[in-house]
């Protein structure tokens, strides 16, 4: 959008940011930071250094925050969420190829495989991340904001808790990587609906050419000497 959100445009895309946090919740249970991912690793005959290796990449990649973080604000912080967020979705999806790698090529092979999957997920989930808590500051409201917090909050959990049952009574009921497979499936679905909920919510304008972006790099620049 070219110019700043009113209030009450504020106001009127909070119900969608609540959609997106808890379709966003159970992608996330579906996939890389539920139980089952660990369970999907082991059933890929991983040993536990590769899977915590492999799954260490999740938080490691946050460190790129600090030097793409002008980037994005350039680009805009709605923009940069919603590309990079579909970028992991559809990342996610070759997943669903592990089977037939696994069958294909062995063991080593689908180690690398699913390694450069996580890898890729990771490094765009990070960037999403560091448009969105800026994005998030400018379309929730401040007198609203402690509020909207806990109900986000609230509804993430509940979707979680349920998504947790959901995910283990499939594993269960399972042979093989058929019931991982169909979590994947269905939290890539879910994925989806997060990033169309996300793009019904205001956003400013990309500040290229702007004194904000050059004010950003200054302060990228002064927050990596500290």
Same mark, same amino acid.
């Given at each position: 959008?070219?110019?700043?959100?009113? %209030?009450?445009?504020?106001?009127?895309? &909070?119900? #969608?940011?609540?959609?997106?946090?808890?379709?966003?919740?159970?992608?996330?249970?579906?996939?890389?930071?539920?139980?089952?991912?660990?369970?999907? &690793?082991?059933?890929?005959?991983?040993?536990?250094?590769?899977?915590?290796?492999?799954?260490?990449?999740?938080?490691?990649?946050? &460190?790129? @925050?600090? +030097?793409?973080?002008? $980037?994005?604000?350039?680009?805009?912080?709605?923009?940069?969420?919603?590309?990079? #967020?579909?970028?992991?979705?559809?990342?996610?999806?070759?997943?669903?190829? $592990?089977?037939? /790698?696994?069958?294909?090529?062995?063991?080593?092979?689908? *180690? /690398?495989?699913? %390694?450069?999957?996580? @890898?890729? +997920?990771?490094?765009?989930?990070?960037?999403?991340? $560091?448009?969105? *808590?800026? #994005?998030?500051?400018?379309?929730?409201?401040?007198?609203?904001?402690?509020?909207?917090? =806990?109900?986000?909050?609230?509804?993430?959990?509940?979707? =979680?808790?349920?998504?947790?049952?959901? @995910?283990?009574?499939?594993?269960?009921?399972?042979?093989?990587?058929?019931?991982?497979?169909? *979590?994947?499936?269905?939290?890539?679905?879910?994925?989806?609906?997060?990033? #169309?909920?996300?793009?019904?919510?205001?956003?400013?304008?990309?500040?290229?050419? $702007?004194?904000?972006?050059?004010?950003?790099?200054?302060?990228?620049?002064?927050?990596?000497?500290?």
């Amino acid at each position: 959008m070219s110019t700043e959100p009113t %209030t009450a445009d504020k106001l009127r895309s &909070l119900p #969608w940011d609540v959609g997106f946090s808890t379709a966003n919740s159970v992608f996330s249970q579906f996939t890389y930071f539920g139980s089952a991912f660990v369970l999907f &690793l082991s059933e890929l005959g991983l040993s536990k250094s590769q899977m915590g290796s492999l799954l260490s990449l999740l938080p490691f990649a946050n &460190l790129i @925050a600090l +030097f793409i973080a002008p $980037t994005v604000a350039r680009f805009g912080y709605k923009r940069s969420f919603l590309f990079s #967020w579909s970028a992991r979705s559809g990342a996610t999806l070759f997943l669903l190829l $592990t089977p037939m /790698v696994s069958v294909q090529f062995g063991t080593e092979a689908l *180690l /690398v495989y699913v %390694t450069v999957i996580v @890898a890729i +997920f990771a490094i765009w989930r990070s960037v999403g991340m $560091t448009a969105r *808590l800026p #994005w998030v500051q400018e379309f929730v409201p401040n007198s609203v904001r402690a509020k909207f917090s =806990a109900v986000n909050n609230m509804f993430s959990q509940m979707a =979680a808790f349920v998504a947790i049952i959901i @995910a283990g009574y499939v594993v269960e009921r399972s042979i093989g990587l058929s019931g991982f497979i169909l *979590l994947f499936a269905v939290g890539v679905q879910f994925g989806c609906i997060s990033v #169309w909920s996300g793009s019904h919510i205001p956003g400013r304008a990309p500040t290229k050419g $702007t004194s904000t972006e050059s004010a950003s790099h200054r302060e990228m620049f002064k927050a990596a000497l500290d």
